[in-house]
């Protein structure tokens, strides 16, 4: 007898375990997860032109760049992720590329200018759609090296561009137009480099 009453309580405590799982399961059925916040850390070589991309890629004209974009998610499609948010880059440009840009008048050169790397910052918000397509617009300052001290050059800029791999490491390749401000004409940009994607801040959708 007692030995069934054992075996009793112990199916009983089979079966509360079997269903406290089956309303945890179902529970979290009724809702979908989805990561809100974006950190992509990257950076490569940038190479800087003049009003057109012409000889792009001669020697000289390219300079390490680095960008940070801090974003967030507004979509709920577990396929595709879209991010709106600002990114900030810093890169040298190089003399060559500087010198370019005043041959073909887009800047006005000092003619103190000493021939090396302008250090340069910009600021852009923007979005990247699905994961893989950039378009962000901003602002942007160069400080280009003179005798004896830094002059500033303050600009607009446009950026558009691709990025491949939706895990931790992708690939960027974009292009950036540098107009308006004390640029007298538009100048082009390419950048590409690898980056790290993070993506955290959890949050949770019931479904309808």
Known sequence: M???????????????????????????????FTNRLNIRISGGIAAQNGVDYDHLLSNGKSGPYGTLFLGYRFDDNTNTANYVGLF?????????????????????VPSNFNGGSANAFELEGGLIFGDWFRLSAGVGSMQLPTVGAWQKKNYYTGTGGFIFG?????FH????????????????????????????????????
């Open 2 to 32: 007692k030995k069934k009453i054992k075996l009793t309580v112990y199916l009983i405590k089979i079966v509360v375990v079997i269903i406290i799982s089956a309303k945890s399961t179902l529970a979290q059925n009724k809702y979908s």
């Open 166 to 170: 939706k895990k931790l490491i992708n």
């Open 173 to 208: 390749a974009t292009t950036t137009v540098l107009f308006g401000g004390d640029l007298t004409k538009s100048a082009f940009r390419v950048n590409a480099g690898f980056g790290f994607s993070f993506k955290f801040l959890k949050s949770r959708k019931k479904y309808s």
């Open 88 to 108: 900030g880059t810093t890169l040298k440009i190089s003399g060559t590329s500087i010198q370019q840009m005043g041959i073909d008048k887009a800047l006005v």
